[in-house]
């Protein structure tokens, strides 16, 4: 009895490894199916803390059937356990981490999956509290799209924008980091009564931000929603009759998907790298430019480690290929952990990501109480790497309307000037010229909890060789 007990135990086993490769074929069909119906694109969700954007995504996937109403139900009770009522019932979709649930604000990327009737879409819901603002600047770096919140809720906007507020920081970030195709959505109406005074002085100081950064405003439009409500989310607000734009999901339709780098050399910046057991060293990262397939020969810059990759998958899911624009995890063959690390670069070995020990730059002065001289040591963020970096010297000083040198070697920089500036990262970093790789070519400085600068890169003028 107890052997017949045991073959019928390895043949429900067999069964059951059996029914789980079919099972992962039939979703890799699905989803290379899926994926060639429709065009992928990486939206990134921005605004200052409290101004809603968590609640505002998360009810927007409630009402897209993304996430069902049970889950909404017992991040509602969870949330009133914490003595919070059921505040952040919608907002818990996104903040998925224990820590934020404590506290409330959003630390880390988060990430989900919906689509439009025109386009697939990952969503990154980016931290508005400044402590955060280095993953920020990570998920910016990977967006096609992004959707900035501010508040209709009286004084949120002023917050918002003002000098060191996250709404002004980010969209200065948006901008240089190559984030062209914008959405203001002006939440917490059902707060001002659905009042289109409320909506329109709000859109009035978003205008002027966006303006100032370089957005041309014929190109952003300014939705009035409520997170809490749902209101202009997925569907037409009745209890907003004088307004006749489109809802939020209707806009995201209006975006364009760019034409891929795929002819450009391989580059991808590493996020994190994980240790998976049974499987080995799996780095996470954004394809930028190029291709890569399994069994290709890459190299991780700057360590110079070569290595093969053995497997490639997306959102669980296995795939034989990756092009740019992809969010990818994949797992190497012949590199140890310890030669891969986040702010790395993985590329082709016949054209290798360049590897800065200095480089010349543009920059714009974003935010500081003073001014800044030859020999400041900020942080620099590029793409996923975070590096503290001294601006050696200020070679020219220029309009940056116009481009025209305004004034030569000037002896400091204030808020609003851009300048052809050096730049000396303390370790070798990964970055190209913006002329060549625009999305590895941009960077922003940080010092005292803020984005002082943001910049492109215009010349590698010292390159290290691993």
Not at 277 to 282: A, H, I, S
């Amino acid at each position: 009895m107890l052997l017949a007990k045991s073959s019928d135990l390895k043949l429900i086993e067999k069964f059951w490894i059996f029914f789980q490769k079919f099972i992962t074929v039939i979703n890799a069909l699905r989803y290379a199916l899926y994926m060639a119906d429709k065009p992928h694109l990486n939206l990134i969700v921005t605004g200052h803390i409290d101004n809603g954007k968590s609640t505002t995504m998360g009810h927007f996937l409630m009402d897209l059937g993304v996430v069902d109403e049970r889950t909404i139900a017992a991040h509602a009770s969870e949330s009133e356990k914490t003595g919070k009522g059921d505040t952040f019932k919608y907002a818990w979709v996104m903040d998925n981490i224990k820590d934020e649930r404590e506290r409330g604000i959003t630390i880390d990327l988060a990430f989900q999956k919906f689509e439009s009737p025109k386009y697939f879409f990952t969503l990154i819901d980016a931290p508005g509290h400044r402590d955060f603002i280095k993953n920020m600047i990570t998920g910016a770096s990977e967006a096609d799209a992004a959707v900035l919140v501010l508040s209709a809720k009286e004084g949120e906007t002023d917050t918002a924008i003002a000098a060191g507020g996250q709404a002004r920081e980010h969209a200065f970030l948006l901008k240089t980091l190559g984030v062209n195709q914008l959405i203001v959505a002006i939440n917490k109406m059902d707060d001002s009564n659905y009042s289109e005074d409320a909506f329109k002085a709000a859109k009035e100081k978003g205008e002027k931000l966006v303006k100032s950064v370089g957005y041309k405003l014929e190109n952003v439009p300014f939705i009035p929603v409520s997170g809490w409500k749902g209101d202009n989310l997925v569907k037409k607000s009745e209890n907003m009759p004088w307004y006749n734009g489109k809802t939020l999901l209707e806009a995201f339709d209006d975006f364009t998907v760019s034409e891929k780098p795929v002819g450009k050399p391989l580059r991808v910046p590493i996020q994190d790298v994980y240790t998976i057991t049974g499987v080995g060293t799996v780095p996470v990262g954004r394809v930028e430019t190029g291709t890569m397939k399994a069994g290709d020969k890459i190299v991780v810059m700057p360590s110079g480690a070569p290595g093969e990759i053995k497997s490639i998958e997306t959102h669980h899911q296995e795939m034989p290929s990756a092009e740019a624009g992809d969010n990818i995890g994949f797992n190497l063959r012949g590199v140890e952990k310890k030669d891969i690390k986040r702010g790395d670069v993985l590329g082709s070995p016949d054209a290798p990501p360049a590897v800065a020990k200095e480089f010349k730059a543009q920059i714009i002065v974003i935010h500081h109480p003073t001014a800044i001289a030859p020999g400041y040591t900020p942080v620099m963020h590029a793409h996923t790497a975070q590096v503290a970096a001294t601006v050696t010297e200020f070679l020219q000083k220029i309009n940056p309307a116009t481009g025209a040198v305004e004034e030569e070697n000037p002896k400091f920089l204030k808020v609003g000037d851009s300048a052809i500036v050096k730049i000396r990262p303390v370790r070798p970093t990964c970055i190209e010229t913006f002329q060549d790789f625009p999305e590895m070519g941009r960077f922003a400085l940080r010092d005292m909890g803020a984005t002082i600068a943001a910049g492109i890169v215009k010349e590698i003028t010292e390159e290290y060789k691993p």
